[in-house]
């Protein structure tokens, strides 16, 4: 997998006054295994003189702090640093991904120094940044890199749905946790067929996760604040990276039966648990932004994974709804028509819950069946589910290897 990251994290003394920013968490992802990288520094290739003043944007422009306006200088660098990752090959990954070190004029992402040169922040990307968004790249910053890290304080949390509970087995564990002693979790629930109510503590491949193997679901009676209690667990845990898996229907027309990545969501369930959630003071507001729910770094590495292993792999928006009944002709089509690829019967309220809590999600499904076929059945969908177990494990397996 090729990653274009800014030399600076690297530990070059490429910027302005000749120092580096070495970033421990992008070094240690520049020497995983199968990672390439493609390393840039925009202002070095722009040719600008070493030491300088440091340079900021302010409406559009690029001035160095004695006044002089380097806005020409820094599109030259970016643009020859963009050739530099075209001949890489980087941009014609299945999901190209950039790296670059945040607040810069340069290579920020969102937010920048506002020209003011004393260390505030305004909203906005950097030059090189810009071109490489416009080239379909996802660019993140090291502090993204470092707040999806996982450790045994911060392990990395993996609810499992139906049909999908074995990964549980591949987990070294050290300690289990019954769901009856998880707080808010139902005392009267009871797994259904595919479920296992038993969350392990452990590694999987010395990568510190909690898995959980199973969920409680709307439609089985409970509330959102209870079916999203493992979502709390996790992250009272220390979680801080969180992987959705859930069984869906494939809806015809958008997506197909097999494995997918879950890229939005549509929350058509009419329950949401931050109503509850802000009664108990677990979140601080319910006006919770939902932009990048599902977090696009995560999503891009699994993307990367699935294409490097030959896995195939669709994306696209999932619709949550009640159940338990599936859906009607008119349903599918509707959805259809929502741009819906995914529906099921989990996992909004919990992505809902994860985001408000900070986390980072990952959601990865499995279609075990084209929406409103009228075969289906719980044991079709875990029949489904048996023959994609070994690319839904093996494409874990991969994102956690990276994290
Ligand atoms: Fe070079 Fe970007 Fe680092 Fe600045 S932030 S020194 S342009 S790599």
Known sequence: MK???????????CRYDGGAKPCPEVQELCQKEGVEVVGVCPETASGLPVPRPPAEQREGRVFLKDGQDVTEDFLLGSQR???????????????PLAVLKAKSPSCGVKLIYDGSYTGTLTPGDGVFTRLLQKEGVTVVTEE????????????????????????????????????????????????VNGHTFEATIGTIDDVPVVVYPGRIHLYQGYNAGEVTSLVRHAHHLGCRDIIFACATGAVAGNAHVGLGILTDQINLTGQNPLI???????????????????????????????????????????????GPNFETAAEVHALRMLGVSYVGMSTVNEVIMAHALGMNVLGLTLAANESGNPDTTHDSVLEEAGKHAEDFERLVRGVLRLL
């Open 3 to 13: 990653v274009i990251v800014s030399e600076c994290l690297r530990g070059a003394h």
């Open 81 to 95: 640093s963009l050739e530099k990752v075209q001949k890489s090959g980087a941009l014609r990954a299945a999901a």
């Open 144 to 191: 993204t890199i470092k707040s999806c890290k996982p450790s045994v304080e911060h392990p990395v949390a993996i609810v499992l749905g139906s049909g999908l509970g074995h990964l549980n087995s591949l987990v070294k564990p050290a300690r289990h946790i019954d769901y009856h002693d998880i707080d808010g979790f139902p005392d009267d629930a009871r797994p």
């Open 276 to 322: 509850e959630g802000v009664a108990k003071r677990e979140v601080e507001t319910p006006f919770v932004g939902m932009t990048d729910a599902y977090t696009p770094y995560l999503r891009t590495l699994a993307l990367g994974v699935a294409d490097e292993m030959g896995i195939k792999l669709e994306q696209g928006v999932y619709a949550g709804v009640l």
